[in-house]
Protein backbone atom coordinates (compact mmCIF):
# COMPACT_ATOMS: atom_id res chain seq x y z
CA UNK A 1 0.00 0.00 0.00
CA UNK A 2 1.17 3.21 -1.08
CA UNK A 3 1.93 5.63 2.10
CA UNK A 4 3.26 9.12 2.60
CA UNK A 5 4.33 10.50 5.92
CA UNK A 6 5.31 14.06 6.64
CA UNK A 7 7.43 15.28 9.66
CA UNK A 8 7.33 16.57 11.73
CA UNK A 9 3.92 16.61 12.56
CA UNK A 10 4.40 20.11 14.12
CA UNK A 11 7.02 23.14 14.21
CA UNK A 12 6.86 25.93 15.74
CA UNK A 13 9.71 28.87 14.51
CA UNK A 14 10.63 32.32 14.91
CA UNK A 15 10.78 34.76 12.24
CA UNK A 16 13.72 34.30 10.59
CA UNK A 17 15.03 30.87 11.43
CA UNK A 18 15.39 28.60 8.86
CA UNK A 19 13.98 25.05 8.77
CA UNK A 20 13.09 22.01 6.50
CA UNK A 21 9.67 20.04 6.24
CA UNK A 22 10.12 16.16 5.21
CA UNK A 23 8.08 14.39 2.87
CA UNK A 24 8.63 10.02 2.94
CA UNK A 25 6.72 8.15 0.45
CA UNK A 26 6.31 4.39 -1.12
CA UNK A 27 4.96 5.26 -3.78
CA UNK A 28 5.88 3.22 -6.64
CA UNK A 29 6.91 4.67 -10.48
CA UNK A 30 6.47 8.22 -8.80
CA UNK A 31 5.73 10.39 -11.85
CA UNK A 32 5.27 14.26 -9.74
CA UNK A 33 4.83 15.22 -6.26
CA UNK A 34 2.92 17.99 -5.20
CA UNK A 35 2.94 20.64 -2.38
CA UNK A 36 0.10 22.14 -1.08
CA UNK A 37 -0.11 25.30 1.45
CA UNK A 38 -3.64 24.84 3.92
CA UNK A 39 -4.64 28.56 5.94
CA UNK A 40 -7.62 27.20 8.57
CA UNK A 41 -10.79 26.93 7.39
CA UNK A 42 -10.02 27.24 3.63
CA UNK A 43 -8.69 24.58 0.64
CA UNK A 44 -5.25 23.67 -0.01
CA UNK A 45 -3.54 26.03 -1.72
CA UNK A 46 -0.98 24.61 -5.27
CA UNK A 47 2.57 25.79 -4.49
CA UNK A 48 5.08 23.30 -6.85
CA UNK A 49 4.81 20.10 -9.00
CA UNK A 50 8.24 18.12 -8.80
CA UNK A 51 8.44 15.53 -11.47
CA UNK A 52 12.25 13.84 -11.51
CA UNK A 53 14.68 13.10 -8.27
CA UNK A 54 17.05 16.32 -8.41
CA UNK A 55 14.59 18.57 -9.63
CA UNK A 56 13.96 22.08 -7.43
CA UNK A 57 11.82 24.58 -7.46
CA UNK A 58 11.37 27.65 -5.49
CA UNK A 59 8.62 30.54 -4.51
CA UNK A 60 9.38 33.33 -2.58
CA UNK A 61 10.98 31.84 0.92
CA UNK A 62 9.95 28.50 0.15
CA UNK A 63 12.38 25.68 -2.28
CA UNK A 64 10.76 22.23 -2.84
CA UNK A 65 13.31 19.10 -3.78
CA UNK A 66 13.21 15.69 -4.78
CA UNK A 67 15.02 12.81 -3.95
CA UNK A 68 13.70 8.73 -4.90
CA UNK A 69 12.35 8.29 -1.67
CA UNK A 70 11.66 11.49 -0.17
CA UNK A 71 10.84 15.49 -0.79
CA UNK A 72 11.71 18.34 1.18
CA UNK A 73 10.52 21.59 1.34
CA UNK A 74 12.91 24.45 2.94
CA UNK A 75 11.47 27.86 4.66
CA UNK A 76 14.27 30.28 4.52
CA UNK A 77 13.93 33.49 6.77
CA UNK A 78 10.19 32.93 7.48
CA UNK A 79 7.53 35.37 7.93
CA UNK A 80 4.36 35.22 9.95
CA UNK A 81 2.28 34.61 6.85
CA UNK A 82 4.08 31.84 5.97
CA UNK A 83 2.57 29.60 8.92
CA UNK A 84 -0.08 27.39 7.77
CA UNK A 85 -0.48 23.31 7.41
CA UNK A 86 1.73 22.05 4.09
CA UNK A 87 0.65 19.30 2.56
CA UNK A 88 2.58 16.92 -0.17
CA UNK A 89 0.90 14.66 -2.43
CA UNK A 90 2.65 11.73 -4.56
CA UNK A 91 0.78 11.09 -7.63
CA UNK A 92 -0.36 7.60 -7.97
CA UNK A 93 -1.17 5.66 -10.98
CA UNK A 94 -2.58 8.37 -13.74
CA UNK A 95 -5.17 10.88 -11.97
CA UNK A 96 -4.99 10.00 -7.90
CA UNK A 97 -3.30 11.85 -5.73
CA UNK A 98 -2.06 10.39 -2.28
CA UNK A 99 -1.79 13.23 0.48
CA UNK A 100 0.26 12.91 3.61
CA UNK A 101 -1.06 14.50 6.71
CA UNK A 102 0.61 17.72 6.73
CA UNK A 103 3.13 19.70 9.32
CA UNK A 104 1.28 22.37 10.91
CA UNK A 105 3.84 25.63 10.65
CA UNK A 106 3.94 28.59 13.27
CA UNK A 107 6.29 31.53 12.89
CA UNK A 108 6.87 33.56 15.78
CA UNK A 109 7.17 37.06 15.42
CA UNK B 1 -7.31 32.57 -11.30
CA UNK B 2 -8.99 29.34 -11.14
CA UNK B 3 -11.93 29.36 -8.98
CA UNK B 4 -13.47 26.56 -7.64
CA UNK B 5 -16.64 27.01 -6.11
CA UNK B 6 -18.58 24.81 -2.96
CA UNK B 7 -22.33 25.98 -2.74
CA UNK B 8 -22.15 26.08 1.23
CA UNK B 9 -19.11 26.84 3.63
CA UNK B 10 -21.38 25.51 6.70
CA UNK B 11 -23.98 22.59 6.43
CA UNK B 12 -26.10 20.76 9.15
CA UNK B 13 -28.53 17.76 8.21
CA UNK B 14 -29.88 15.10 10.28
CA UNK B 15 -29.32 11.25 10.01
CA UNK B 16 -31.26 9.82 7.20
CA UNK B 17 -31.61 12.53 5.12
CA UNK B 18 -29.77 12.52 1.41
CA UNK B 19 -27.48 15.89 1.68
CA UNK B 20 -26.07 17.16 -2.15
CA UNK B 21 -22.84 18.93 -2.20
CA UNK B 22 -22.33 21.11 -5.18
CA UNK B 23 -19.53 22.30 -6.95
CA UNK B 24 -18.28 24.15 -9.63
CA UNK B 25 -15.28 25.14 -11.69
CA UNK B 26 -14.77 28.11 -13.74
CA UNK B 27 -11.85 27.03 -15.59
CA UNK B 28 -12.98 24.25 -17.78
CA UNK B 29 -11.07 21.55 -16.38
CA UNK B 30 -11.71 17.91 -17.08
CA UNK B 31 -11.09 16.46 -14.14
CA UNK B 32 -13.07 17.36 -10.55
CA UNK B 33 -12.63 15.62 -7.20
CA UNK B 34 -14.31 14.77 -4.24
CA UNK B 35 -12.29 15.09 -1.18
CA UNK B 36 -13.10 14.96 2.87
CA UNK B 37 -10.95 15.72 5.39
CA UNK B 38 -10.49 14.59 9.22
CA UNK B 39 -8.20 15.22 11.53
CA UNK B 40 -5.76 12.69 11.95
CA UNK B 41 -7.38 10.78 8.01
CA UNK B 42 -5.74 13.96 6.22
CA UNK B 43 -7.60 14.16 2.35
CA UNK B 44 -9.15 10.74 1.34
CA UNK B 45 -10.77 10.88 -2.07
CA UNK B 46 -14.11 10.02 -2.42
CA UNK B 47 -14.70 10.18 -6.13
CA UNK B 48 -13.68 11.51 -9.33
CA UNK B 49 -14.59 12.27 -12.45
CA UNK B 50 -12.72 13.12 -16.12
CA UNK B 51 -15.41 13.81 -17.74
CA UNK B 52 -19.22 14.16 -17.88
CA UNK B 53 -21.22 11.14 -16.77
CA UNK B 54 -18.05 9.41 -16.14
CA UNK B 55 -17.33 8.80 -12.27
CA UNK B 56 -14.47 6.19 -10.74
CA UNK B 57 -14.21 5.60 -6.83
CA UNK B 58 -11.41 6.54 -4.99
CA UNK B 59 -10.50 5.39 -1.55
CA UNK B 60 -13.89 5.60 0.59
CA UNK B 61 -16.52 5.82 -1.83
CA UNK B 62 -19.09 3.67 0.64
CA UNK B 63 -22.61 5.78 1.47
CA UNK B 64 -21.74 8.24 -1.44
CA UNK B 65 -22.50 8.62 -5.03
CA UNK B 66 -21.76 11.28 -7.68
CA UNK B 67 -23.26 13.29 -10.81
CA UNK B 68 -21.81 15.35 -13.43
CA UNK B 69 -24.27 16.37 -15.72
CA UNK B 70 -22.21 19.44 -16.94
CA UNK B 71 -18.35 19.39 -17.16
CA UNK B 72 -18.39 22.32 -14.56
CA UNK B 73 -20.64 21.30 -12.12
CA UNK B 74 -19.52 17.98 -10.30
CA UNK B 75 -22.26 16.93 -7.06
CA UNK B 76 -21.57 14.79 -4.18
CA UNK B 77 -24.31 12.87 -3.01
CA UNK B 78 -25.05 11.59 0.59
CA UNK B 79 -27.60 8.83 -0.35
CA UNK B 80 -28.73 8.38 3.64
CA UNK B 81 -26.57 10.59 5.81
CA UNK B 82 -24.86 9.37 9.18
CA UNK B 83 -23.12 10.87 12.03
CA UNK B 84 -19.64 9.49 10.68
CA UNK B 85 -20.04 11.58 7.58
CA UNK B 86 -19.61 14.73 9.44
CA UNK B 87 -16.56 15.84 7.90
CA UNK B 88 -14.92 18.41 6.02
CA UNK B 89 -15.42 17.96 2.21
CA UNK B 90 -13.11 19.44 0.01
CA UNK B 91 -13.62 19.86 -4.04
CA UNK B 92 -11.32 19.89 -6.58
CA UNK B 93 -10.94 20.38 -10.53
CA UNK B 94 -7.59 19.80 -13.04
CA UNK B 95 -6.72 19.75 -16.49
CA UNK B 96 -6.80 15.97 -17.30
CA UNK B 97 -3.20 14.00 -16.91
CA UNK B 98 -1.93 13.25 -13.56
CA UNK B 99 0.47 15.92 -13.53
CA UNK B 100 -1.55 18.84 -13.56
CA UNK B 101 -1.98 20.48 -10.66
CA UNK B 102 -5.57 19.92 -8.62
CA UNK B 103 -7.31 23.28 -7.20
CA UNK B 104 -9.54 23.67 -4.61
CA UNK B 105 -12.48 24.92 -3.48
CA UNK B 106 -12.47 26.33 0.33
CA UNK B 107 -14.61 23.23 1.68
CA UNK B 108 -18.37 22.57 2.61
CA UNK B 109 -17.99 21.42 6.95
CA UNK B 110 -20.89 19.28 6.96
CA UNK B 111 -22.37 18.48 10.26
CA UNK B 112 -24.77 15.20 10.51
CA UNK B 113 -26.29 15.45 13.76
Known amino acids: EDQVTQSPEALRLQEGESSSLNCSYT??????LFWYRQDPGKGPEFLFTLYSAGEEKEKERLKATLTKKESFLHITAPKPEDSATYLC??????????FGQGTRLTINP | DVKVTQSSRYLVKRTGEKVFLECVQDMDHENMFWYRQDPGLGLRLIYFSYDVKMKEKGDIPEGYSVSREKKERFSLILESASTNQTSMYLC????????????FGDGTRLSIL
Open chain 1, 89 to 98: APLEGAQKLV
Open chain 1, 27 to 32: VSGLRG
Open chain 2, 92 to 103: ASSFFGGNQPQH
